[in-house]
């Protein structure tokens, strides 16, 4: 009778079961190879670690990623992906948590109250699904110390009674974690550029050549990573870095865009939108300050005026 009830309750409603909760790796690896530029070490990175964890029966705890880089190089934008591939309603689903420090988590005054809020969520979250993602984006605004709360979230260990559980016992291991934030980005452009001074191009630049920079620098940077015990204990599983963007990445971003408005750009029009973007560090200027973020509003205002000149 049980069975039959939630048969019939989860045919109108979102159920924790496979076919709500698909995690399409393979689907989300098509995606990632057609939406997103210049990534490669990030990418694999991140399709390993969630393929391992989907895949194994007993995983040994939560999955915890913590993705770093300059503004537009896609990391929420791939942090939405997993969203959008591992859930039958995407990001809309009841299971996909996001929380933004810059606007939900500000205040030093209010560490506390927030370490309450979180734990209290968290909870919530896996008791109603244990394949809950939780995505944590622009942790560098958030004060330090409020991420402290998910050690034992993120820690090894079977499920047992949280607060907030109603003496329920609450699996833990299944669920994903995402840390998004700029800490670490400048030492992961300055290491391309040193890299790059040695010979080694950004192409051939590996995951091992990034890890260590990210990891210290996380932690000794203002914000929610400061001096945070899930990283003094050794709890973020990847550190994945996403490099900053070059001329030609750039370009596949600006022909993407332009397919929106069903339309291939000119080389002129190519270089009409690359003209309102800076690049840098000096003196070489060889990355994108803003990487892809204002790409498609360029890219609108260039299609908008081809069309107000056909028009005329």
Not at 135 to 143: A, G, H, L, Q
Not at 146 to 168: A, C, E, F, M
Not at 231 to 258: G, M, T, W
Request: aromatic share 10%; glycine share 6%; proline share 4%.
């Amino acid at each position: 009778m049980y069975k039959y009830y939630e048969k019939i309750k989860c045919s109108y409603n979102e159920c924790c079961n496979d076919h709500y909760i698909p995690q399409d790796v393979r689907e989300l690896h098509r995606l990632l190879n057609i939406k997103v530029f210049g990534q490669k070490i990030a990418t694999d990175s991140i399709l390993r670690a969630l393929y391992a964890h989907t895949n194994t029966d007993n995983t040994p705890k939560a999955l915890a990623m913590s993705f770093h880089g300059t503004s537009g190089t896609g990391k929420t934008f791939v942090a939405n992906m997993i969203g959008e591939t591992f859930y039958k309603k995407g990001y809309q689903s009841q299971y996909f948590h996001f929380i933004n420090g810059r606007s939900d988590l500000t205040l030093e005054s209010e560490v506390e109250q927030y370490k309450e809020m979180l734990q209290k969520k968290i909870v919530q979250g896996l008791l109603e699904c244990p394949k809950s993602l939780f995505i944590f984006d622009e942790i560098d605004s958030m004060p330090a110390g409020v991420l402290n709360i998910l050690v034992p979230l993120l820690d090894y260990g079977k499920p047992r009674v949280w607060p907030h559980s109603s003496n329920n016992f609450v699996e833990t291991r299944k669920a994903i974690y995402i840390f998004i934030t700029n800490a670490g980005s400048e030492q992961i452009v300055e290491r391309v550029i040193n890299l790059r001074g040695k010979g080694k191009s950004r192409n051939d630049t590996t995951l091992a050549d990034y890890e260590d920079v990210i990891s210290v620098q996380a932690f000794s940077e203002d914000g929610g990573f400061y001096k945070s015990d899930i990283i003094s204990n050794n709890l973020i599983d990847h550190y994945v870095p996403f490099l900053p963007l070059e001329v030609q990445h750039i370009k596949l971003c600006i022909e993407a865009a332009f397919r929106i408005y069903g339309s291939s750009p000119t080389i002129k029009q190519i270089d009409e939108v690359l003209s309102h973007l800076k690049f840098g560090p000096e003196p070489h200027n060889l990355y994108s300050q803003s990487g892809c973020k204002r790409i498609e509003t360029k890219v609108a205002s260039v299609v908008y005026k081809r069309g107000v000149h056909n028009e005329l």
